[in-house]
């Protein structure tokens, strides 16, 4: 599957040849390649993330191969054989029968845990240090910050922190990163220094705010089987008369589809909802603080998915009490 050129690059191997082509029989059987006629590109470029066709497919397998590691098709119709997770082990791990951990939550676990009760660093390794020895041997858990923050950095779930207007005219951002004064107010971006020092001191901005990256998280509502098949559902549902069940049966939906027909027409292009509201991260008692958040809904999702909080994604957090 992965050794597709001739020794001095002179050609495909015919194994790989064949292989490619059971490879589009196997996924032109899919249900959804009957709708449109593409299915998901394993090429080394796409890894699954774009639909092309049959024909595209095949160029760009010849070209790049196949994405590493993906012996069973799961994105194109096959499924992982079941495996259990005990055969084999001794008595010990009886016990762990009803184990509902994964490594991933357990991680997010501990660094919440971490954020809300401010733990510092040498307590946390200490702490996870103790649930790694306490556990039985070949565990998975982390046994400091370190790693566990490594782990997590895996998905990609950055934040960027960006400068703004005091008074919310402009973002100091890509092209207007390196401005000082607002375009728009005349304000400046950083407040003065209040006394003179040895060595200068880093600017800091009159208001800014912290942007978690959509286009991922977009992705992602693709590349998982659990979601892709249902970002379509606006399209291809069956439309009760008279009964509004989800934002796809208001007028406005419609009038939008005939003034942007050319976007309209592909049903896997995502439509969103934004909603913003503030909020008091820190209790009553102390200083008084709020903070707006932005987030971003998905309205291709079915009504019972949509408004779920696995699929509410947290863009924006701005500090201040004003309405961006």
């Not at 501990?110 to 240090?129: C, H, V, W």
């Not at 892709?228 to 419609?254: F, I, T």
């Amino acid at each position: 599957m992965y050794n597709r050129l001739l020794p001095g690059r002179k050609g495909l191997i015919v194994e790989f040849i064949q292989g490619v082509k059971t490879f589009i029989q196997v996924a032109s059987q899919l249900p959804s390649f009957q709708f449109d006629k593409m299915f998901r590109c394993p090429c080394s470029k796409h890894k699954n993330l774009a639909f092309l066709k049959p024909d595209d497919v095949k160029l760009d397998l010849y070209r790049r191969g196949f994405v590493p590691n993906y012996w069973i098709w799961t994105s194109h119709g096959e499924y992982e054989p079941h495996r259990d997770a005990h055969a084999g082990s001794s008595t010990t791990y009886e016990t762990f029968d009803e184990d509902t951990h994964l490594e991933l939550s357990i991680v997010v676990r501990k660094l919440s845990i971490k954020t809300e009760y401010s733990i510092p660093r040498d307590y946390f390794n200490d702490f996870a240090g103790l649930m790694k020895e306490t556990n039985p041997a070949g565990n998975l858990i982390r046994s400091d910050l370190y790693r566990t923050k490594k782990l997590v950095s895996k998905l990609g779930l950055t934040a960027t922190k960006i400068g703004c207007c005091i008074n919310g005219c402009m973002l100091y951002y890509k092209d207007e990163a390196a401005e000082v004064i607002c375009r728009t107010c005349n304000a400046p971006r950083f407040k003065p220094n209040s006394r003179k020092q040895r060595r200068p001191k880093k600017d800091v901005s009159y208001s800014c705010l912290f942007y978690l990256p959509i286009i991922p998280r977009l992705q992602r509502l693709y590349a998982s089987m659990s979601s892709a098949g249902h970002m379509r559902w606006h399209k291809e549902k069956v439309a009760k008369s008279g009964v509004l069940s989800h934002p796809s049966d208001v007028e406005a939906w419609k009038h939008f589809d005939q003034v942007h027909a050319s976007f309209a027409a592909e049903p896997r292009n995502i439509r969103l909802r934004l909603c913003a509201d503030d909020f008091t991260p820190y209790s009553q008692i102390a200083t008084p603080y709020s903070c707006w958040t932005v987030i971003l809904t998905p309205y291709n999702l079915p009504p019972e998915m949509c408004m779920t909080s696995p699929y509410m994604f947290l863009t924006l957090i701005i500090p201040g009490p004003h309405n961006p």
